[in-house]
């Protein structure tokens, strides 16, 4: 009789263990919001703002809807982010980019889901020091993330981005150049689904 009850109590807790797998896999028709911290590094060679610092951590946010299981789009930004430029002046950054993600685990039951994206960024610049005026950059970015569940809907989620940010710099009206961000973004927060 105890063998019995041993048994049943382990074809009930593998089959509690596959249903709450089959919940993990991501599909088609999945809506996420994502939110974190990130970090940014800059080129070490930035043109005529040679000397932008590494950004400080920001909170990051997004959001995605899978089209299909394979596919999905994404809207991510985080709040600015403070560079030190030389002679200790500070520019704001804040980025927005609109990603194709690609999911090759989509649709199988996995608690790890990486995935890959490419798409557009935007970069609005703010902050700029008396009498200077970056101009917005539109440019590729590329990512490559992972999200580990935690749950049907809680993952945990780490990411790295790569954006091509070139600016325009103008001081007191006259053009002087281009500023070469191009910045490498390492963050990790919590995705939730929906």
Known sequence: MRTTRLITAAAIAASCAFASQAA????????????????S???SDNG????????ETGFTFGAGY????????????SEKIEHTIDGGNTIDRMPVNLLVNYYPLGGLDSRVQPYVGAGLNYTRFSGEPEGVDARRSYGAVGQVGVD?????????NGF???ADVDSRI?????????????????????????
Request: charged fraction near 20%.
């Open 41 to 43: 590094d800059t080129r």
């Open 148 to 156: 580990l569940a935690i749950t049907d809907n809680l993952m945990l």
């Open 170 to 194: 103008s001081v007191d009206g006259e053009r002087i150049g281009t500023a070469k961000v191009d910045p490498m973004t390492i963050g990790g927060g919590v995705t939730l689904r929906f």
């Open 24 to 39: 993990l896999a991501y599909s088609a028709g999945d809506t996420f919001v994502r939110g974190g911290f990130a970090k």
């Open 48 to 55: 005529v703002l040679d000397g932008v610092s590494s950004g």
């Open 160 to 162: 790295a981005n790569y």
């Open 66 to 77: 899978l089209f299909h299981d394979k596919i999905g789009v994404e809207l991510n930004s």
